[in-house]
C-alpha cells in the first residue's frame, strides 16, 4: 500500500525539487555548491523538525520560496544559509 502524502510534504518536495532545477541554470561550480546546500539543509531540517511543527514548517516554506525566488534571479550565483539562535 502506497502511503499518500500530506499536502505540506508535497509543498516540501516541490520547494526542493524547484531549488534543485534552478541549481542547473547556474555555472558547474556554482552548481555543485547550491546543490550541496539544499541536500543538506533539507535533510538536516527533516531531521531536526517535528513533523507535527506545522508553524515551523511553514516558516521554513516561506524562507525556502524566498530564497528561491533570489536564486532565480539571474545575477545570483551562491546561496548561503544563516542559522540564528
Not at 547556474?26 to 506545522?54: M, Y
Not at 520560496?65 to 550565483?77: A, G, P, V, Y
Amino acid at each position: 500500500m502506497v502511503q499518500r502524502l500530506s499536502g505540506l510534504q508535497r509543498q516540501v518536495l516541490s520547494l526542493y525539487r524547484s531549488l534543485l532545477r534552478a541549481a542547473r541554470l547556474k555555472s558547474p561550480e556554482a552548481r555543485v555548491n547550491i546543490e550541496a546546500i539544499v541536500s543538506s539543509e533539507f535533510r538536516k531540517q527533516a531531521s531536526s523538525v517535528d513533523k507535527k511543527d506545522f508553524v515551523r514548517i511553514e516558516h521554513l516554506l516561506r524562507k525556502g520560496t524566498k530564497q528561491l525566488e533570489m536564486l532565480n534571479n539571474s545575477s545570483t550565483d551562491a546561496i548561503c544559509i544563516v542559522q540564528l539562535k
